[in-house]
């Protein structure tokens, strides 16, 4: 530029001074493109006067006051690693800052914090400020120039993180690490802020009801705006939706069509951290056990296979439903640590309002449709008629008759034990059992008369019980030249 502050015309500079112009209007135009958070008090985000790019929406920004924590507990999608990778390069342009990063395993603190293409510390941070990036098995460091360096490790082991001293860290998805690890991490890297004159930790995660989890939240709850007292947890909270415009239109729409409304959806798309509910046999952290959700093409092949039916017991508009569960059993070939014990698999949970004809025909189709050994009929209130009716409108299929001897929470609470034990996978959809999950997290064993009858819940108990737990039941795997097992998920 001129001193006027004009362009300087091209046609009286030299080839050198008109390549040293062009880089330089370069080099400007991509410092402007990376600059990340405004000044504009509720910024969206979205490209404004002075801020022709996306940048930081005003959640984004690193909080105001003295505090020691900022949990980012969001849904997918909503930018929290880049904004977590952001709040880093901002502490790193301090020279002689050191900093650490932790993720799950090494290979994701590498491949998500370090190297993401949109969201990594190399994406973020300028080229020409970093004097080495070192990718190694178990260490990965990054220095920059200015003296500064951030180091990442992998959440596995404690004790990875002795021997350093810190001023900052990141901890990427603290909710999905080894939960028997995790809170010693957390402890771990806090005694090596120890020497800090500001320690401070981001965390990026979407939510899960851990305990680890719950602590931080509870917490960041506790305050009452964005400034904390010294030692303070800062909260923010978010929702996919918010990032609508950083992500693809199609890929909302889908996750929307597959985990809209359902328990799975609150967490991972609203950001919600699903609160347990006190005295209920089921718990949010036995759904999030690793396992625990698989595509339904994955499921093993299945010694034994069972329709469980919880009829209804009344008719008309009002009447309850009658619900339908598909669950499956098998061994495993090959073990971990020695447990040979057979896991289940629920494939398919489903309730509505049917005549006993109907029911019984919709009994013979998933039958038919899952190739199963039987239809389990709990036949309490009025209901052993039901088996021949079942006989009536399809006499090759075979079933059995079970009876309840004890209470709902009594017979159920074997059931959850199971799922406590992380012998239950739940293959398919999210949306197939979206309310059978929320029947399970919310059900307490009240009297029927204070609590409604859990019909879906009711039907899972009936055939993991058979499955599992009753000594009457089949118990020997159906031998491997059944045809039935060919093909059968």
Not at 12 to 38: F, K, M, N, P, V
Not at 92 to 101: D, H, K, Q, S
Request: some cysteine.
């Amino acid at each position: 530029m001129t001193r006027h502050g004009r362009l300087p015309d091209p046609a009286l500079l030299s080839d050198a001074q008109l390549h040293a112009e062009i880089g330089a209007l370069i080099d400007a135009d991509e410092r402007a493109a990376r600059r990340w958070a405004c000044d504009v008090p509720d910024c969206d985000g979205l490209p404004h006067d002075g801020w022709l790019h996306h940048h930081a929406r005003a959640a984004q920004r690193i909080p105001d006051g003295d505090w020691t924590t900022w949990i980012l507990l969001t849904g997918r999608g909503w930018g929290k690693t880049r904004t977590a990778a952001q709040a880093v390069a901002e502490w790193a342009a301090e020279p002689g800052t050191m900093i650490a990063v932790v993720a799950k395993n090494a290979t994701l603190t590498q491949e998500i914090c370090f190297e993401s293409r949109t969201s990594g510390l190399l994406a973020v941070i300028p080229p020409e400020d970093i004097r080495r990036y070192s990718r190694g098995s178990g260490l990965t460091a990054l220095h920059l120039k200015n003296g500064s360096s951030i180091y990442g490790f992998g959440a596995e082991t404690p004790d990875n993180l002795r021997g350093f001293a810190f001023d900052k860290g990141w901890l990427d998805e603290y909710a999905a690490w080894n939960r028997r690890t995790a809170q010693d991490v957390f402890d771990q890297l806090f005694f090596c802020l120890r020497e800090a004159t500001a320690p401070q930790v981001v965390i990026s995660t979407t939510p899960k009801p851990l305990p680890h989890i719950k602590r931080l939240v509870q917490r960041g709850r506790a305050g009452t705006s964005r400034t904390t007292e010294p030692g303070g947890v800062v909260l923010t909270t978010g929702r996919t939706e918010d990032n609508r415009a950083n992500l693809s239109g199609a890929a909302l729409v889908e996750l929307d069509n597959e985990y809209g409304g359902t328990r799975l959806g609150r967490q991972e798309l609203d950001g919600i951290l699903l609160e347990d509910v006190e005295g209920a046999l089921w718990q949010g952290h036995m759904f999030e056990v690793e396992g625990f959700r698989m595509p339904r093409h994955d499921v093993p092949p299945l010694d034994r296979l069972v329709i469980a039916i919880d009829p209804a017991v009344t008719r008309g508009d009002q009447a309850d439903m009658t619900a339908f569960t598909v669950a499956g059993r098998s061994h495993p070939i090959q073990t971990l640590y020695g447990d040979g014990r057979p896991r289940g698999y629920v494939l398919h949970a489903e309730q509505d309002r049917y005549t006993p004809t109907a029911a019984m025909r919709r009994a013979a189709a998933l039958y038919h449709e899952h190739q199963a050994d039987c239809v389990v009929i709990e036949a309490n209130n009025g209901g052993e008629y039901m088996p021949a009716l079942l006989t009536e409108v399809d006499p090759t299929v075979a079933w059995r008759i079970v009876h309840a001897t004890r209470s709902k929470r009594a017979r159920a609470a074997p059931v959850a034990m199971l799922y406590e034990q992380a012998r239950v996978t739940h293959a398919g959809s999210p949306r197939t059992f979206a309310q059978l999950e929320d029947q399970m997290t919310t059900y307490v064993g009240a009297p029927d008369t204070e609590e409604q009858s859990p019909d879906l819940l009711d039907a899972l108990v009936w055939a993991l019980t058979d499955l599992f737990l009753d000594p009457n039941a089949p118990a020997a795997p159906v031998r491997a030249s059944d045809s039935r097992l060919h093909g059968r998920r």
